[in-house]
Every structure is written in C-alpha cells, then in structure tokens.
C-alpha cells in the first residue's frame, strides 16, 4: 500500500516542482531589498554651496570599475535653475563630487536618466515647467542641450501644452522607447527610430494610478529592466495630494505597453523615492535618489558577498 502510494504521489510531486511560478509572483530579489546602515550615502552639500540640496532622479551607471551619479543640486538663494552635478566612487556608497561642477549650468536640467551609446552618451531630463529634453555629451562630463523632445499623439498631432516630464528611455532593436509622466497623474509611452520626434502607442497612459491607495494620487517610472525576458519598471507612487511621503514600487510587462503592479507594492516606504537599480562587481543595488541617495540590497545580501549574473540595461541592446 505505501509503495502504491508512492508510486502515485512522486509524478505530482515531480509536475509540481517543474511547474511555473504563480503569475502574481515577482523576482523575490527585485521586491525585497534592505538599507544598508551607511545611508544616506549622497546628499546636498548644505552650506552656500551651488548644491546645497539634491532633488528629484539621480541617475547611476557602472563602468570600467566606477560609480559615476548625476544628479540634480540647486541653491534658491543663489540661483532658481537646477543644475546638473557628477559625483563618482568606487565603492557606490562613499562618493567624491567632480571639482568642475556643476558640470553643466546653460539650462535647467532635473529628473535626469542616462543612456550609454557607442559613441557616448545622451540624457533625458525634466526642463524648467517639467518640458522634457534631451543632452548629448562625448564624455559624460560636457553636454550639449538639444532641445526640447518632440512628443506627438498616436495620429502624429502634438501633445496638449503642459508638462511632460520624468523622461525614461529604453533602447532595443532599434526603436526607442519614451516614457513620460504629465502632472504625474499617469505614464503614457511613446516610440522614435531617430531619437527626434516621438510618437505615442496610444494616447492612454500605459501605467495609470490606482486602484489600491498607494499610487492612487501619483504615479512616475525612473527605470527599466529586462530579465530573463520580462521588463520591469520601477517607478515611485503617491497615495494623497498634497504629497506627503513618496514610495517606491514596481510593475512587470511582456511588451512594455501592457504592464502588471505588484501586489506587496510599495516595494519601499518612508519617503525613499526615484529609484535605479545598479548593477555592479557584487550584485544588484537598488539607489533611490529623492530626497537623499540611499542603497538598498536583495533582502539576505551583504555588500561585496555576492556576484553579478544579470545586468540592468543602461545602454542599447
């Protein structure tokens, strides 16, 4: 009898431990992340400095073997422009600023996210009124502002005058995809072959607020990543105006148009917010970047134990 058994419970044991994880289930290691005890490892320089405070989404990359952050630093008793600042470290958690900054000061540039290309690097940033635009720089360190980006509908007719800010890029198979927040009120994509004028996939957002409380008043996407063919968006929510205290949270999607939240959202609390997660010589670290820098691991992890497998992408495909 107990041989029977066995022969009968062994094929559904063995069906079970193949199947598929359960569709709500997220990447454990992409939702449970733990502060490191060293936060904030970046922050205004305070004083009378150009950046006195640092504001919105810093962006980070990873190469050949250092940290590189850009960031926004604004003084409002020296000037009302925010400013575009570089720090560098190559630990990721203790960071010296760049003696030339702010490396660039001829317009405002806030909420920034940098791509790698071949030839060098463009970044998309909030302008002043949240317009967003575009720089290009061979270095990393001297920009070019080209201008304001070129959105249009999905019948190619302008966007409605407003803002369109926290621009995030992703590059793949030669298209570029543009996603954008207007008063945060939604993020709506939109596609270029040429980096010049973009054109929306649909003139609904593609990630709307609500229904659950804690983005039911906010939502803004700061990054994409692709693992194991699946994107991931992290992106920070609010659940009431005037705004109080800002989270981070993210949403998965198979072709980047229909996207799913996470049902334990938000993945971090505590007003830690404009989050980018970094991959380095020991792993994965998620940054948020507003009000301060903060690191976070995967819950379990400890900085230098652990090895990079998957890469976040942060240049063409």
């Keep these: 009898m107990a041989k029977e058994t066995a022969r009968r419970f062994w094929p559904l044991l ?66 009302p422009t925010r400013f575009l600042g570089l720090a560098s470290s190559e630990d990721g958690v203790r960071w010296e600023r760049d003696p030339r900054n702010p490396i660039f000061d001829r317009s405002w540039v806030e909420d920034v996210c940098v791509v790698r290309l ?38 190619g007719a302008p966007i409605t005058p407003g803002p ?18 207007r008063g945060d009120q939604g993020v709506w994509l939109a596609t270029s072959k ?9 003139d609904e957002p593609v990630l709307a607020m609500g229904p659950a409380p804690y983005d039911q008043a906010a939502v803004a996407l700061n990054q994409i990543i692709k693992r ?6 992290f992106y920070h929510a ?22 799913e939240k996470y049902r334990g959202n938000p993945i971090i609390a505590d007003n830690c ?17 507003h009000p301060d820098v903060k690191v976070f691991l995967p819950d379990g992890d400890t900085l230098g134990e652990r090895p990079a497998k998957d890469r976040a992408a942060n240049g063409p495909r």
């Excluded at 369109?164 to 927040?181: I, K, N, Q």
């Excluded at 917010?273 to 970047?289: E, F, H, K, N």
């Design 14 to 79: 063995l069906l079970l431990l193949a199947a598929p994880a359960p569709p709500d289930e997220f990447p454990k290691a992409l939702v449970h992340w733990k502060p490191i005890p060293a936060n904030p490892v970046f922050k205004g320089a305070g004083s009378d400095a150009w950046d006195r405070k640092i504001r919105e989404r810093g962006f980070i990359l990873y190469e050949q073997g250092r940290y590189r952050l850009w960031y926004t630093g604004y003084n409002d008793d020296r000037s």
């Design 118 to 155: 071949s030839d060098g690097y463009v970044m998309f940033a909030e302008g002043k009124g949240d317009i967003a635009h575009q720089l290009t720089s061979p270095d990393g360190v001297r920009w070019t502002d080209e201008g304001p980006l070129d959105v249009r509908k999905a019948d």
């Design 238 to 259: 609010n659940s009431q105006r005037p705004w109080k205290d800002w989270t981070t949270c993210i949403a998965r999607s198979r072709d980047l148009v229909h996207w």
């Design 228 to 233: 194991n063919g699946v994107y991931y968006a």
């Design 164 to 181: 369109y800010g926290t621009p995030t890029a992703w590059y793949e198979g030669g298209t570029w995809h543009l996603f954008y927040e």
């Design 194 to 202: 040429d980096r010049k004028t973009f054109k929306n996939v649909q």
């Design 273 to 289: 917010s404009s989050a980018v997660l970094v991959t380095g010589p020991t792993g994965d670290r998620l940054y948020t970047m």
